[in-house]
């Protein structure tokens, strides 16, 4: 179970959240959100339960940026990145993490099958980045392609993925995200 971005807030956020909970009070705006960047994916689990919902719609970037400069000003500490789709297969993913980066915004969590979960965006996510998840499903190609209907090669391509995340964060003194296998 992630944080939902309690470890982004500050005692005194924590202390002024719970008060007005208490008190029954809302806030200016959320401390943490979840973004769903895509609403497109590559691969086509079976099980998936926004398959029959999804189309190949991704917020624009432009958009994303102001509505991330807004979640800023309105208090908002950390974001949960995952969606309908697979948020790496944003066709800006590298802005959108940058954006998110510039604005000092955390990712909190990163739910991801792990196909893209490459040299183009680890830097970023290395930086910025708490935790990611990884939905890997299965422990052999075989099933795997099976149950996410994508070819077996793409079960190597996540594992292979996941290893060198671990290997740079490794190389990072173990700066970097935690890494759940589901």
């Known amino acids: 179970m992630t944080a939902l971005g309690w470890n982004h807030l500050t005692r005194a956020d924590r202390r002024e959240l719970i008060g007005r909970i208490r008190a029954g009070r809302g806030g200016s705006g959320p401390m943490h959100a979840e973004i769903h960047p895509a609403d497109r994916c590559n691969i086509d689990c079976f099980f998936c339960s926004t398959a029959s919902l999804r189309g190949t719609d991704e917020v624009p970037l432009r958009t994303f940026a102001s509505f991330i400069r807004e979640l800023k000003a309105a208090g908002t500490r950390s974001v949960r990145l995952s969606g309908g789709g697979e948020p790496l297969f944003h066709r800006q993913v590298q ?40 939905s890997l499903n299965t422990a052999d190609g075989a099933s795997y392609a099976e149950m996410m209907q994508t070819p077996a090669k793409n079960f190597d391509r996540v594992v292979a993925n996941a290893k060198h995340l671990m290997a740079e964060r490794r190389h990072r003194r173990g700066a970097g995200p935690k890494l759940v296998v589901q």
């Not at 993490?97 to 604005?103: M, R, S, Y």
């Not at 000092?104 to 990163?110: I, R």
């Not at 991801?112 to 979960?117: F, I, P, R």
């Open 95 to 134: 802005q959108v993490l940058q954006t998110l980066a510039d604005e000092d915004l955390a990712v909190e969590n990163l739910t991801t099958n792990g196909v893209l979960l490459n040299d183009k965006v680890l830097p970023r996510i290395l930086d910025n980045c708490d935790e990611i998840k990884l």
